[in-house]
């Protein structure tokens, strides 16, 4: 384990045994909310709620240290304890090869979906309710029942669903070919026919994210969330920021324009 002290962040390093010791485990159940998953590190935000929680992570954390390292982890948790207010970034510290985590998606219609691990993974749930806790109803170290009632939910589940790789992780979505219709009922023009076959959804998915609409969305919400991305996302709101700034708008814009005229065929 390594552990730098940035002017920003505190950076942890180290390997998945480490990620999984109960301390650890704890103290990230705690901070769901304010997690974002990274392709192999998570960053865990500060609250203010959770203080106390937060400063025995750190003695618990330098004393680890300490003791990997054999010296005397005291000097070193008083500097660490001067970056209460930093995020924490926790990185593996190599790459190991991805495990596969089967999971289950269960619409019991168009308001309610489960969704089912195989088999516990704190990690792989801890993701899930990061993206979702506003719209989960109730859930287990193996489950969530997610509230899918409004056109923003919807969207926000098929944003988390989206993302397969988390840290080592490789997630495998199942589901039956009466998921989709279920969940998209209201949307009776549109065809899903066998989800075995449908390459075309798959593809125009992509394009409901961006536009951040679920799938089957109407013109009317395709036409009004197009108009209301483009405006946020204009290069000409920074145009005098840094370039990798500019360069961000104009690719978000140019995909925005994609996504819509696309879907402007298909629908």
Known sequence: MDIVLRNNLILITTNFDTLN????????????????????????????????????????LSAHHAQV?????????????KYGSQPIKIELDKVQEAENIKVNLYAYDKNTVLISLEKPNAWVVNYMRSQLEVYVERGTDVSLVVDVSD??????????????????????????????????????????????????????????????????????????????LTKVYHPDKVYHEAPHMVEHYTNKFQLLQEAYEALRIVS
Not at 37 to 58: G, T, Y
Not at 182 to 195: I, M, Q
């Open 151 to 228: 056109y923003k939910a919807k969207a926000r589940l098929e944003k988390t669903l989206n993302k397969r790789h988390i840290l080592h992780y490789q997630i495998q979505y199942t589901y039956d070919n009466k998921f989709m219709s279920k969940l998209y009922s209201d949307f009776a023009n549109f065809s899903f026919g066998d989800l075995v076959k449908e390459n075309a959804i798959d593809v125009n998915k992509h394009f409901y994210t961006i536009l951040e609409c679920p799938i089957g969305a109407s013109q009317d919400a395709l036409k009004k969330s197009y108009k209301k």
């Open 69 to 81: 390292h054999d010296f005397n982890h005291h000097f070193f948790l008083r500097s660490m304890l």
């Open 21 to 60: 010791a109960p301390w650890m485990v704890e103290f990230l159940n705690h901070h769901t909310r304010g997690m974002l998953f990274l392709p192999k590190a998570v960053l865990v935000f500060r609250n203010e709620s959770l203080i106390e929680i937060r400063e025995q992570f750190l003695h618990k």
